[in-house]
């Protein structure tokens, strides 16, 4: 396990997490705010990208239950 440092958006707490070696992604939450975010590797091995989930799931185009849109009709944290 190697930990991943990342900042949230919302409110700029650094957070941490335990993830598998060899890891590029993984998901969170904010330990001051509770925003949920999805994480991704960056080239500093400790410091990961932080992208709210709601931008997350619009930059993968991921539809969402009973839509036809393929980004979200809200924004998290906001």
Known sequence: MTTAEWICT???STN???VPDGATQATDECVTCHT???LE????P????????AK???RHRTVLKDSVSPSPPFRVGT
């Open 16 to 18: 941490r997490v335990l």
């Open 10 to 12: 919302r409110c700029g």
């Open 56 to 58: 997350a799931w619009a």
């Open 46 to 53: 400790v410091r990961w990208r932080a992208i709210p989930q």
């Open 36 to 38: 949920r975010h999805t």
């Open 41 to 44: 590797a960056d080239a500093r």
